[in-house]
């Protein structure tokens, strides 16, 4: 596709509930990074793929995150029992190889009700 | 701790004048400085980026400075348009970190009245 393409948009979600967001990289991609972004804030890094290993996870704020990119293109974000505080806008970017710019997606806005 | 501090929280400027947003940084091995633009509802786009050999540098009405000795640098927006009515991010990266992740300050909610 043109870009990164995120989704859903948005996703509301019960305190306790699974969620999963999707990530789908510019073809051709080897970099993707997962970022999350609180309401007013600047986006924090979260995770961070080339090809399908997972090389830095060491954003990922607890055990309830977990990240995968098994084919080393579509990249899936998945927060287990989620709680309020998980309530953000999650962008996932992408770069043709390390160090090169890194294209944004639209965000995915997570709100735990 | 928060490596990258960006001020002011927002700006309001006229049409025609100069936007100044300013960021500072703490690791010294940060050696490559973008600065982003985000639109509501859209993610972050790159306008523009600098690394530390290089004092300043300008794209179209964009300019950004930079200050090693001070560990600070900076965005100009000249002739300021009401379309670059928009939440603005500094960041910094490691370039030999693995996989270059990014470090965001906390943004510049930036005004241009008409």
């Known amino acids: 596709g043109a870009g990164v393409s995120q989704s859903p948009r948005y996703k509301v979600a019960k305190r306790g509930q699974d969620v999963a967001l999707r990530c789908d990289p510019i073809?051709?991609?080897?970099?993707l990074f997962w970022y999350q972004q609180a309401l007013g804030q600047g986006p924090e890094f979260l995770t961070y793929?080339?090809?399908?290993?997972?090389?830095?996870k060491s954003g990922l704020p607890s055990d309830r995150f977990f990240a995968e990119r098994p084919e080393g293109s579509v990249s899936t974000l998945k927060i287990q029992r989620t709680q309020q505080e998980d309530s953000a806008v999650y962008l996932c970017?992408?770069?043709?190889?390390?160090?090169?710019?890194?294209?944004f997606g639209q965000g995915t806005r997570l709100t735990v009700v | 701790q928060q490596q990258v501090k960006q001020s002011p929280q927002s700006l309001i400027v006229q049409k025609g004048g100069i936007s100044i947003i300013n960021c500072a940084y703490e690791?010294?091995?940060?050696?490559?400085f973008p600065w982003y633009q985000q639109f509501p509802g859209k993610g972050p786009a790159l306008l523009i980026a600098?690394?530390?050999?290089?004092s300043e540098k300008k794209e179209g009405r964009f300019t950004i400075s930079f200050n090693k000795s001070a560990k600070q640098f900076s965005l100009h927006i000249m002739d300021s348009q009401p379309g670059d009515s928009a939440t603005y991010f500094c960041a910094a990266r490691v370039s030999q970190s693995a996989g270059n992740k990014l470090t965001f300050g906390g943004g510049t909610r930036v005004l241009v009245k008409p």
């Open positions: 690791n010294t091995a940060f050696d490559y």
């Open positions: 073809s051709g991609h080897v970099s």
């Open positions: 793929f080339q090809n399908e290993a997972q090389l830095d």
């Open positions: 970017a992408s770069s043709s190889y390390r160090g090169s710019e890194a294209f």
């Open positions: 600098i690394r530390p050999d290089v």
